[in-house]
């Protein structure tokens, strides 16, 4: 039995003032946001959701008052976030219960999900309030309304940040375009080159500033953990956030203390952990200073410490670019302009001599990836694309060893990302060339597969320095040195790091990190960037300008592309990657054909649609077989749509989606694996939103049937994240279901490609059908999925093929 209690009682409450949007002055349609306690209506006229809705989300705000009801919050819990808030009717007297979606999850009486999928609905649905609570205006009241654009919402919303009391007359009025100055495909010179590019490098930064300084987060809990290094580590759950500030390793933030217990006191660390599976809770490494005490456990206030040493770097290389004429060769400065006449081609005794392409150690290469390295080596510019599964890591690898054989001088390798230069790194080294890391010092204690590359560890395991040694041993003893040891001690670090360097035949850095003043004075013949297609051009010109005279792009422009938070700025081009636009230029990007990835049934689709065909298999279908437990509905096709009808919900954060539906299913199908024993570390969940990842983590961790162990070690993580990684079997779960057939992000072809391309043996779509198939890839592949007879609905145990029927693309409204 579920406890029913009358919980939600009129009150009095302030008179109501009509929707600061549009005007509608109606009291039963109208609702308060608490934190501007501005008043707006439940009609959704020209924006995506109501007028309230929108607002919250816009502004990131999450608790409102309404004029009947009063305030609402968890029964339980007593949270006022009205995006996580959920309520059941009781018939009988018709009163409702709320409870947030934590206190459902896990109560006792909830454990039967499907009975809490039926009962429990949250307060927002379709991006408006539910009509009992709050009316929605009727047609003709939304016609006497003021007529309002989106785009003068918008700007409202942004006016409020600075002015208050900002009106919607204000948003009205125009003014010179703010807009920047377009991205091009040539540029006449490299001080235009510059001038374009600063400017956006300026608003992402001032963009980035801005979200994560306004992220401050009170009333947190701490967990104190002393290590055996007398290091301190504080430990605490953040409230749900949007993508704009996803905390990252290595992000430093400010801890305060506002308690009574002790005097107020504040202290920096940096992030050594981030949720996952295991936990939601943020590990935060502190840097000790006097005043700190670690006693406190509740009270505190967490706060983002912006810092601008990435785009500082982006835009000292840009400076560079224009300024300093050898900073880079005249073919690759000319090349990056877009001029049609660089002569391209750069033969060595090394290009001639060289019978085959393989590096020790590594895997024999194919036709294809031998001509991809011969030609690396012989051109100024190179562009591999390298489509999924076809070994582009090897590949690079490879190209890499071949270039410090050629005696040209030491290589620098790059890529967008710690995991990307990590996976790389480790490929390198087993051709036992000699390789240094370089990362920043935030990230010095943050543990890797290669961490015994970095050059801080390769100087901690120097036995040809003792009075360094011993200075690092006392300075890890006591914390500090006296002035006159730390002097000394750094003269010594500095010269052991240049020689180590000095040293390397590769250093391995992200593009950023190739900015890190010891590397301020080496210049490069060789440069390589992996996953090229994630960064930013700025991001590649810090790595550029170290003199580099051969440069390898190694990416695909079928996958996704640089990540650019600042509208602003992505509408300017900043998102387009250097990769991209080599392509757009006419440098054919030299692809490899064969993968080894998916089984020949995962990799026919992806290789007609995305790349005309051209993907041959490296591997059988008898060399990707599971055990044969899993209903799959053609058994040789290990690979399904499964259907489902559940609605999409707005997450906690007010900027992401969670589907419940979904998350049970996909919980039932992993459970479903597991027990026809496939291990939990072969299976990954994507899912493109951080609110269903949450949540299916969530609902793992409390509704899962298995131990909770066996979940913890399943992944789930986003389509960004899963880029250039693999696991046996791959779950998605689309999350939008939604009457408009809205996907939101979901229409970028080169995100359907990266989750499609992830699985080894086994893949699985979870999602409603009808929504995606108004969208031209996804209408494809349901189309193909329909012929292939893997369109299923109902239990696991008697799965049957769907009835649903898709247009042909040519048939879509």
Known sequence: MYLITYVYCLQEVPAAFPCEYCGIHDHSCVVKCNVCEKWFCNGRRNTNGSHIVEHLVRAKHNEVNF???GPPDCYRCHTRNVFDLCFIRNEADSTYVLLCRHCCSTQKSLKDVNRYQEQWKPLIEDRCFVSWLVKIPDDQLQLRARQVTSAQIAKLEELWKDNINATIGDSKKTGICDEPQRVLLKYPNAIQ???????????????????????????????WEILLNKKVVAKFNLPESDGATKIMLGDELRLRYTGELSRPWSGVGHVIRVPDNYSEEVHLEMKTSPGI????NSKFTVSFIWKSTSFDRMQQALKKFADDNTSLSSSIHYSLLGFDDVDDVLLTAHAHAAKHYSAPNLPKLNPSQENAVKKSIQRHLTLIQGPPGTGKTVISATIVYQLVKSNTG????????????????EKIHKTNLKVVTVSAYSREGIDSPVAFLALHNQIKNLNNNPKLKKLQQLRNETGKLSEDDEKRYRILLRSAERKLLDSADVICCTCIAAGDPRLSRMKFHSVLIDESMAATEPQCMVPLVLGTKKLILVGDHCQLG???M????????????LFERMVELGISPYRLEVQYRMHPELSLFPSNFFYKGSLRNGVTAAERVLPNVFPWPAPDKPMMFYVTQGMEEIAGSGTSYLNPTEAYFVVKITAKFIRCGVKPEQIGIITPYEGQRAHLVQCMRHQGKLPASLYQQIEVANVDAYQGREKDIIIVSCVRSNDRQEIGFLKDPRRLNVALTRAKYGLIVVGNPQVFSKQT???HLLNYYTEQKVIVEGPLKNLRESATQFAKLGQID
């Open 410 to 425: 030491r290589v620098l390798v790059c890529a967008p990302s710690n995991i990307a230069i990590d996976q790389l790194t």
């Open 566 to 577: 600042c509208p602003k700025a992505a509408r300017a081009g900043l998102g387009h990657s």
């Open 562 to 564: 640089p990540v650019v």
């Open 67 to 69: 004029h009947k009801y």
């Open 777 to 779: 890839e996804w209408n």
């Open 293 to 296: 005490t670690f006693k406190s």
């Open 193 to 223: 080159y510059q001038n374009i590019y600063d400017p956006l490098v300026k608003l992402e930064a001032d963009f980035d500033k801005k979200s994560k300084e306004s992220q401050t987060h009170d009333n947190i809990t701490v967990r």
